[in-house]
């Protein structure tokens, strides 16, 4: 089974919508569950992967595929600088891309971000602490990044399976503020922690 099969993320969903007008980056998109949804939504989305099964799962009307491992320590980042109205990573870390990642994201731009976090061993994989996130990890790389945080939540989750996870969803700084104190489906008015 490739991964990322299934429902799109529930966090991924929610902020979706808040996405400014542009392309979209689904990083480590797996069979491309968040492809097509982003897709769905009007956006043309860039799947990104290193896994080419994964990707011609993923490939789909409005969705462009790209083969590329980026933990190779040979292929440099191949994005340019503010290229990218959303990226949105799910059940991948790879620390030295962080700050790629933000410099790829436009000025009005927003991360969406859910991976695994320290604790998650007790229920499966991933186990190793190299692909678990520390306490409050990423809502420390937004700050340093220059990322002004919307949402973020930190714990346990039942679904789609028991797990430890984060979740951050992150705006460049010109991201409307506005925009960002709106829930954009449940009217909810403030930052979640």
Same mark, same amino acid.
């Given at each position: 089974?490739?991964h990322?099969?299934?429902?799109?993320?529930?966090?991924?969903?929610?902020?979706?919508?808040?996405?400014?007008?542009?392309?979209?980056?689904?990083?480590?998109c797996?069979?491309?569950?968040?492809?097509?949804?982003?897709a769905?939504?009007?956006?043309?989305?860039?799947?990104?992967?290193?896994?080419?099964a994964? +990707? $011609?799962? /993923? @490939?789909?009307? =409005?969705?462009?595929?790209? &083969?590329?491992?980026l933990?190779?320590?040979?292929? #440099?980042? *191949?994005?340019?600088?503010?290229?990218?109205?959303?990226?949105?990573?799910?059940?991948y870390l790879?620390r030295?891309l962080?700050?790629d990642?933000?410099?790829?994201?436009?000025?009005?731009?927003?991360?969406?971000?859910e991976?695994?976090?320290?604790?998650?061993?007790?229920?499966g994989?991933?186990?190793?602490?190299?692909?678990?996130?520390?306490?409050?990890?990423? +809502? $420390?790389? /937004? @700050?340093?990044? =220059?990322?002004?945080?919307l &949402?973020?939540?930190?714990?346990?989750?039942?679904? #789609?399976? *028991?797990?430890?996870?984060?979740?951050?969803?992150?705006?460049?700084?010109?991201?409307?503020?506005?925009?960002?104190?709106?829930?954009?489906?449940?009217?909810?008015?403030?930052?979640?922690?």
């Amino acid at each position: 089974m490739v991964h990322g099969a299934g429902d799109p993320s529930a966090w991924v969903e929610r902020f979706a919508a808040l996405l400014p007008r542009g392309e979209v980056l689904d990083l480590a998109c797996g069979s491309g569950r968040h492809a097509r949804l982003l897709a769905a939504l009007g956006h043309p989305v860039l799947a990104l992967d290193r896994d080419p099964a994964a +990707l $011609a799962q /993923a @490939a789909g009307p =409005g969705i462009a595929t790209l &083969a590329c491992d980026l933990e190779d320590g040979i292929t #440099p980042w *191949p994005f340019a600088p503010a290229r990218f109205a959303g990226i949105v990573v799910t059940n991948y870390l790879h620390r030295p891309l962080m700050a790629d990642l933000a410099r790829s994201l436009a000025p009005d731009g927003l991360l969406i971000y859910e991976t695994f976090s320290a604790g998650n061993e007790a229920y499966g994989k991933p186990s190793n602490p190299a692909f678990l996130l520390g306490e409050g990890e990423l +809502l $420390a790389l /937004a @700050a340093a990044l =220059g990322l002004r945080v919307l &949402a973020y939540e930190d714990g346990y989750t039942g679904s #789609p399976r *028991p797990a430890m996870v984060q979740r951050l969803c992150a705006a460049g700084p010109e991201f409307p503020r506005a925009k960002a104190l709106i829930g954009p489906r449940d009217g909810q008015a403030g930052t979640r922690f």
